[in-house]
């Protein structure tokens, strides 16, 4: 019986808190545990096992994760998908689960072209939209930030937070489902899901796992990115639970 819930942290990974905090309100009282695992638990405790309905790599950076889970932590990972897991990639985790990532190509000292081998979604994971949001280029700051506005496969608005994410490049759009789409001059995929053997991939560019109201706790003060994103909390929590009922058993 898939009964628990595992985020990955280890090296690479950002502050997992607010991504915890939203997966423990909706899956506990659905009688699922949420917890952690890391690399070595992957690897060597057999935890990513028929128990895990959910596997969340969370934002970071995606070469660390590389570091860490090459060659028989991606092989577990695969495993565990293809026999019925899902696995929710967010940020960097989206970037780590794609056949090749493009990050900040024109930047050169920023620039990573990289296949990562985990190969769970035959895409390129190209980031960040710096240009395209009107943002600085990726960086630890607020100012490389956003709350930005998607559009779901059933035309419904939600605002989310960007930091730093990708769009995807499928290499057969029909292996893939768009679950929402950027609102951009040229609309770009920004959530996408894969069927994967008997389970799925769900990836993500956007944070929806972040409220304005604890993200300004985390920057220390409330911007237009803060304001814009708690003045739309109903309509991220909307799309956040639309993406957890994916997982159903």
Do not use: W
Not at 14 to 19: F, G, I, N, P, T
Not at 37 to 58: K, Q, S
Not at 142 to 156: K, Q, T
Not at 165 to 186: T, V, W
């Amino acid at each position: 019986m898939r009964n628990k819930v595992l985020i990955y942290k280890d090296y690479g990974c950002a502050d997992v808190s607010a991504l915890e905090q939203e997966l423990r309100a909706y899956f506990e009282p659905r009688g699922c545990e949420v917890s952690f695992t890391d690399a070595a638990g992957i690897i060597y405790r057999n935890e990513l096992n028929h128990n895990v309905l959910a596997f969340f790599m969370p934002g970071g950076a995606s070469t660390p994760y590389r570091h860490k889970l090459e060659v028989l932590g991606n092989q577990k990972i695969r495993a565990y998908v293809r026999t019925g897991g899902i696995y929710y990639g967010i940020c960097a985790g989206a970037y780590y689960a794609c056949r090749r990532t493009i990050f900040e190509k024109d930047i050169p000292q920023a620039r990573i072209i990289e296949d990562y081998k985990l190969d769970l979604v035959e895409a390129q994971a190209v980031g960040s939209l710096y240009k395209e949001l009107n943002i600085a280029p990726f960086s630890h700051s607020p100012s490389s930030s956003a709350a930005v506005e998607i559009f779901d496969e059933n035309g419904n608005s939600a605002v989310v937070h960007y930091h730093g994410g990708p769009y995807f490049e499928p290499d057969k759009p029909d292996n893939l489902r768009i679950l929402a789409r950027y609102n951009l001059e040229e609309s770009k995929p920004a959530v996408i899901l894969r069927r994967y053997g008997r389970g799925s991939v769900i990836l993500s560019g956007v944070h929806f796992e972040d409220r304005g109201d604890r993200l300004a706790k985390t920057m220390g003060e409330m911007s237009e990115t803060t304001r814009k994103l708690s003045a739309h909390e109903a309509s991220r929590l909307a799309f956040f639970q639309k993406l957890m009922s994916l997982s159903k058993r």
